[in-house]
């Protein structure tokens, strides 16, 4: 419950003005929560009125998908752009493809997006966008022709200059090459409109590593700096075994932790001697396959049904890197009671509040995750400098670029903490570091 008149007030507004949009809610409340004592120090905020104008999307679009099977049927799926705020940059954030894509996720996803790419140091607006399409099975040629559906519609509302969607859940190189095609066939332009490019197009070296190597560089910084401690030996469960979750127990790796388990919507794998992770590419980069797999592949590894399980496996650092809400009180009371040192979010929300709550009563070292997965964007941005200057960096100048911004976002969040007389609260610091340069903004800009 907060204590300050004026967030509690925008904050029921915003729960009348938005009825079920439960994800949204949970987000907003998150960040009202933490910006209390800022604002409270802030009269200006309340004046020119910059929560009500946070919480309501500059502009948000949903559109009608249509697209034919490889048998000739017609599908009908639900396409959603939000450009949340452009006060520091233009519009940026990923497209997620997945069945359970509604109103209220994109805005959860497009309204924390605004203080990841704020922390980036970048100048980058927040957005988040995608269809309740799942690309799970289908074929490449139907997921080229959906890709084409759904750029239809939106390269009417995006543009270089003015708002560059990426990657998401869904949304990985092959529908990024797909809509990138369409748009440049539809606009006659070929212009760095979208991030997480072929190589070949425009991309950029690391974008591909970026969310998972950015994570353990933030993780890394900040079992340094607030426990003298490193990832080296330490015993790592990561679940998901999609982009971020990948390349993080990749870069776990490389520093010398022991990743022993990984997951996907259907179960998760135990691999005690450490996840070999040219299985898990094998599986699910090149053939798109489940996870369990990789138990019928590695003698010594277990498959166990059901993906929530995943966290009642005793380790000190736990990443989550799948999805919103994955882990719960529950998860969180038993990951404490073995012993967890460190959790860094890797996905979008993936801890409920209660569970956050959890971690940070019982001094669980806590990366929230628009500090900690902010490394796509990022790179993203990187990419988009590349594209303007027309210039190609290599693999070592953006990974080095990468670690400097993450280890920065960590400093900035903690110095933040500090400030707000909560030393350590990377929650707390995260929101107000990346919330502050978007109200100045506001405030500088004039009313819109
Ligand atoms: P992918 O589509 O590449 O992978 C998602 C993974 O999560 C898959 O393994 C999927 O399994 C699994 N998953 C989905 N739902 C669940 C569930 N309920 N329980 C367990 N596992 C589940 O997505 P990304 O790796 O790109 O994204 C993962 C998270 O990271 C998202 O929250 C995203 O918003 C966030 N993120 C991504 C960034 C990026 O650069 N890609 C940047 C910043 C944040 P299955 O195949 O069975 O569905």
Redesign the pocket.
Known sequence: MMTNAYLNAVYQDTVRRNQGENEFLQAVLEVFTSLEPYVERHPELAAHGIMERLVEPERMVTFRVTWEDDGGRVHVNRGYRVQFSSAIGPYKG?L?FHPSVNASIIKF?GFEQIFKNSLTSLALGGAKGGADFDP?GRSDGEVMRFCQAFMTELHRHIGANCDVP?????V?SREIGYLFGQYKRLCNNFTGVLTGKGLQFGGSLTRKE??GYGLLYFVEEMLRSLAHETVFGKTIVV???????IYAVEKATHLGGRVIAM????GYIVDEGGIRLDVVKAI?EEERG??SEYARRVPGSRYVEG?GGIWSLPCQVALP????N?LDLAAARTLVENGVMAVGE???M?CTAQAVAWFQEHGVLFAP?KAA?AG??AASGLEMSQNAMRATWSFEQVNEKLRDIMINIFRVSQEAAEACGRPGDLVTGANVAGFQKVADAMLSEGLY
Do not use: F, Y
């Open positions: 990923g997620r996803l799970k990426a990657g998401d859940i869904g990985g970026a969310t679940s998901g075994s999609g982009n971020v979750a997951s996907d919507s259907g699910k489940r996870i993906c890197c799948a999805t919103q994955e890797g996905a979008n993936p995750a997965n796509g964007v």
